[in-house]
Structures are given as C-alpha cells and as structure tokens.
C-alpha cells in the first residue's frame, strides 16, 4: 500500500522515541491497544508545574501509520496544557497524515493514548479522572 | 545487486528468459488456432500445445493426455472440487480439506457448503502438518473427495501425500491435490502417489502467469462436471481456444523443472540455510512450521514484538510478504500461522522469505544485515520488546482490545 510522505518520514525519522520513568511524579503513561489487534502504543508525558505539557516520549508496535501517528502526536502535545492535548481528535491526526481508510483506528489510537496519559497524570495527582481511563490498559 | 532483493518466489516468479524465448514464435509465426484442423497452422500449434502436455507429465510422472489446460490453478482447483462434488453428488454431499490451505481450495469449499454439500475443515499440528488420526476419524460412509496441498504456500510444509492418498483410496474417495507451491521443488509421482486430481500453476515455476493445468486420473477413472462450457476442448472438461503461447511456456518451465530441480534445490537449500543461520542470530526469533518437512526455498519465521507490516516496510530494500494481514482491512492475522497454534502477536510479527532460482549469497548476506539493523530499530520502538526486557510476561497483561 502506498503511504503518504508525511507518514513516511515520521516512520524513518520518528520523534520523540523513548521512555520516561513512569514513577516520576512529573509523568503520566498511557498505554492503549494489544498485541492481538497488531498495534500498541505507549505514550508518555512529562508536565510542568503549570499544568503544561513540556515533554513526550512514545513507543509503539504496529503498522507504520501507528507508528507516524504517534510520533505526530508527541509533537503535537508538547507546550499544550492537559485540557488543551486533551481536544487533539483522531480526525485531525489522520487528516495530517493523509491515512487510508483502513489505517483510520491507528488515529483513534493515538487519541486514546493521549487522553489515557493525561488521564493516567491526572490520576496520580488526585484530578479529575475522565471516563476514557478504562481504555487504558493495564500495565505489569 | 539490484534493489530491492526479491525474495517473494511463493508469490510468483520471473519467467524463466529460456522460457520467453520459446513463447515468443507462438505471439507472432505460430499463431494458429490449434483446434484448427483443417490447416497447417493448426496443426502446428497443435503439436505445439501436445509437446508441452507430455513435458507437464513428464515433471510428475503421468501421460500427456492425463492432463488439461485451465486458466491457472485457481481454476484448475474450483474445477476438480466443484466438478467432482457435482458428478458425484447422488454418492454423497462430504468432502473433506485442511484449515491451513489456499483460500482457493477454501473458498470454493465454501461455495460447496452453500450449493447444499458438507465440509470438513480439518485442523493441523503445530508443525503445520495433518495428523492422519485425525483425519481417519474424519471420513464418513458420504465422504467424497478429500483435498490437501502438496506444499503450504506460507509455511512451506510438505503434507504426506503418499499416505493420505492410501487412505482415501482404501476407501474409494478421491483424493485432489493443490500442487501449485510444489512443482520443481519436490519430487512428485502420480504412478506411485494415488491421486486422482492434481491441480498446477506455472507461474510458481518460472513460467508465465494466466495457465495452470489439472491431472485427472484415467485409470481408475475420474470423471468431473465441466464448468466452462463452449466447444467442447480439453475432453470436454475445460473448453476455450488454447493460449498457445501460455501452454508452450508451461511445458518449457517444467522441461527445466525436471532437468534441474535436483541441483537447483541443493543450491537454494543452502542458501535459505544460510537465511536461517543469520536471522537466528538475532534474539526472540521463531520458525513457523516444520523445518524437516518443507520445501528448501522456504523461510518463515516470526520476530517477536516486531509488528510485520512495519517491518516490510522497514526491509523495504527486500521484497518479502508478511503472514499479519493488516494491510487489508480486516486487520486479522495470518489464518495459516494461527492454524498452528501461534499467538497473534506472532502471527503478526512473521516474515515469509522465498528463495528462488535467481537468488544469490551475495543478496542472502544483504538481507541478514539489513534484518538486524531493522530489528533493532524497531524493538528500540516497541513498549513490547520493553516490557520484555523487563522481565513482564506480555500473556499476564490485561489489553484493552479495540
């Protein structure tokens, strides 16, 4: 199948590929989908004490349209506020990257892996915690 | 070397330029109707296409005029199912097929099951091959027709012919037999084997895509329903003006099949040997399918917590197939992989590498390090492959399935 540029480049150069240490209080981990379904993605964010988003690490197996959008989305969260990274919508993921149809739900992946991070900090900090947290799946 | 290694020979190969070279004069000179009978341009053609038939036969041990020409053998196979569940349909509506074959074989089992007849779809051992208990205990007193490949297209795996075809004969059930994957790769003898139906492609052979032909037993006789009727041709089994330059490529790949199947094997044995030698060099990685009972030009192996459509996409200076099928939409993996009992991820993370005639060491030696490098990479990306090196058994984590 033929990929767009874009997903292309983020595949061969992916940003932001790494781990933070899930422990450290400044983090929230996301990890959304099974190995069953070809794709997993783990999405870290590490938050200042304002609120804002000012790293992100991710690592995924799956296609490579998994794969770019991940490493889009890392870019993407960076400098938002968790409400703000929260509003990043599948539809705008796969518009970016140009997906196929059938590489749609890596997009919505994607999303969920945000809002599982952002649910998973806020979580750990005693926030609100959002209805999406069930996605996350469970880790160890 | 030229970019990228083709390594997909199961999907289809080159003709052989032998074979081009004879197919050629059949476009242009000789290009008579060979059911012509009352000239010399049919007549040529004619000689032509019986040529080619006794060279079909020859490669696997039976008379030319046991064979038919077909389109290919997706329609060599729909023809003996279809054709012999309807003949003998008044003796009894089960046939019997294996879970891992060609979508061919099951999809037309499929169409059996909706025109009112009975399949068994037998499971396979995790080595890939049929347990003959199991399939004993599956034939009954309206049993039909039994259907096993020869060789797996994904695995390579060679099922035991000769053994199911005593229990079918013992039994007086016909006995098909997709051959496509195993022309020129392993011996085959149809006076020793008892088959009745033997379906073959000659693009998996080196010769052109669009012809295959199908053994029908004479003696005991088989007889089929036709399924393409217009004129009668091939025995009034299969009719349609013979593609005369197709069946003289046919015929020429498989004259060089029997002349060198022998030492081509030995060569690309060694070499796909050497495949394996160098991927098992690299960690967490797994055979699919016996390595003792398979056809030598094959390699299937799964590198776990490597996702396989991102690792074709990382090799992408070797053309390689993957068993995860997620390039189509149903996102499932490969049917075969999961037959033998592998995990999804697994299944997902395999490669099928087929060596051929054209292969080399030198593009074998590339492949390896380009596999490692690629491997690497990716692992590097994987949260599986980190939570592997953890120490996390990945079977013990609850996923959120989507």
């Known amino acids: 199948m033929?990929?767009?540029?874009?997903?292309?480049?983020?595949?061969?150069?992916?940003?932001?590929?790494?781990?933070?240490?899930?422990s450290d209080a400044s983090i929230g981990t996301g990890m959304v989908g099974a190995p069953a379904c070809g794709d997993v993605m783990k999405l870290q964010i590490k938050v200042n004490e304002q609120g804002i988003i000012e790293d992100a690490r991710f690592k995924t197996y799956g296609c490579g349209s998994a794969i770019a959008s991940s490493s889009l989305v890392?870019?993407?969260?960076?400098?938002?506020?968790?409400?703000d990274a929260e509003t990043i919508r599948n539809t705008q993921i796969a518009e970016e990257l140009s997906l196929p149809p059938v590489k749609i739900h890596c997009s919505i992946l994607a999303e969920d892996a945000i809002k599982a991070a952002v649910a998973d900090y806020k979580k750990r900090h005693g926030l609100d915690a959002p209805a999406v947290q069930e996605k996350k799946a469970a880790q160890g | 070397?030229?970019?990228?290694?083709?390594?997909?020979?199961?999907?289809?190969?080159?003709?052989?330029?032998?074979?081009?070279?004879?197919?050629?004069?059949?476009?242009?000179?000789?290009?008579?109707?060979?059911?012509?009978?009352?000239?010399?341009?049919?007549?040529?053609?004619?000689?032509?296409v019986e040529d080619a038939r006794a060279?079909?036969?020859?490669?696997?041990?039976?008379?030319?005029?046991?064979?038919?020409?077909?389109?290919?053998?997706?329609?060599?196979?729909?023809?003996?199912?279809?054709?012999?569940?309807?003949?003998?349909?008044?003796?009894?509506?089960?046939l019997i097929t294996v879970k891992t074959e060609h979508k061919a074989t099951l999809d037309t089992c499929r169409e059996l099951e909706r025109r009112g007849f009975e399949v068994t779809y037998l499971e396979v051992q995790p080595d890939g091959l049929l347990d003959l208990n199991q399939?004993?205990?599956?034939?009954?007193?309206?049993?039909?027709?039994?259907?096993?490949?020869?060789?797996?297209?994904?695995?390579?795996?060679?099922?035991?012919?000769?053994?199911?075809?005593?229990?079918?004969?013992?039994?007086?059930?016909?006995?098909?037999?997709?051959?496509?994957?195993?022309?020129?790769?392993c011996p085959i003898d149809l006076q020793a084997l008892k088959v009745d139906l033997m379906s073959f492609s000659a693009h998996?052979?080196?010769?052109?895509?669009?012809?295959?032909?199908?053994?029908?037993?004479?003696?005991?006789?088989?007889?089929?329903?036709?399924?393409?009727?217009?004129?009668?041709?091939?025995?009034?089994?299969?009719?349609?003006t013979l593609a005369t330059h197709q069946i003289v490529g046919m015929g020429e790949a498989f004259r060089l099949a029997k002349a060198e199947m022998t030492a081509e094997s030995e060569r690309i044995g060694a070499l796909r040997d050497r495949l394996f030698a160098g991927v098992?060099?690299?960690?967490?990685?797994?055979?699919?399918?016996?390595?003792?009972?398979?056809?030598?030009?094959?390699?299937?192996?799964?590198?776990?917590?490597?996702?396989?459509?991102?690792l074709i996409m990382a090799v992408k200076d070797i053309a390689v197939s993957s068993g995860s099928a997620c390039t189509s939409a149903s996102l499932e993996p490969s049917y075969v992989l999961r037959a033998l009992g592998r995990s999804d991820e697994l299944a997902h993370s395999s490669i099928r590498f087929t060596l051929g005639r054209f292969t080399t060491a030198e593009e074998v030696d590339y492949t390896i390090r380009h596999l490692e490098t690629k491997v690497e990479k990716l692992r590097q990306m994987s949260p599986l492959w980190e939570m592997h090196k953890d120490g996390i058994d990945l079977n013990t984590v609850q996923w959120a399935a989507h």
């Open chain 1, 2 to 22: 033929a990929y767009s540029e874009k997903v292309i480049d983020h595949y061969e150069n992916p940003r932001n590929v790494g781990s933070f240490d899930k």
């Open chain 1, 74 to 83: 890392t870019e993407w969260v960076k400098g938002k506020t968790l409400a």
């Open chain 2, 1 to 48: 070397m030229k970019f990228p290694i083709y390594l997909d020979y199961s999907a289809t190969t080159p003709v052989d330029p032998r074979v081009a070279e004879k197919m050629i004069p059949y476009l242009t000179e000789q290009f008579g109707n060979p059911a012509s009978r009352s000239h010399a341009f049919g007549w040529r053609t004619e000689e032509a």
């Open chain 2, 55 to 94: 060279q079909v036969g020859a490669l696997v041990n039976c008379e030319g005029k046991d064979i038919i020409w077909t389109s290919g053998a997706t329609e060599s196979i729909n023809l003996a199912l279809k054709g012999a569940a309807e003949f003998y349909k008044t003796k009894g509506k089960h």
């Open chain 2, 135 to 185: 399939l004993e205990s599956a034939f009954r007193p309206d049993t039909i027709l039994v259907s096993v490949m020869f060789v797996n297209n994904e695995i390579g795996v060679i099922q035991d012919i000769a053994a199911i075809g005593e229990m079918c004969r013992k039994r007086g059930v016909l006995f098909h037999v997709d051959a496509a994957q195993a022309t020129g790769k």
């Open chain 2, 204 to 240: 998996k052979t080196y010769g052109p895509k669009g012809v295959g032909a199908l053994y029908i037993r004479r003696k005991p006789r088989v007889r089929l329903e036709a399924q393409i009727h217009g004129g009668g041709h091939e025995r009034g089994f299969r009719s349609g």
């Open chain 2, 280 to 310: 098992q060099r690299i960690e967490e990685v797994f055979v699919n399918g016996s390595l003792e009972r398979r056809v030598p030009h094959n390699l299937n192996v799964s590198f776990n917590f490597v996702e396989g459509e991102s």
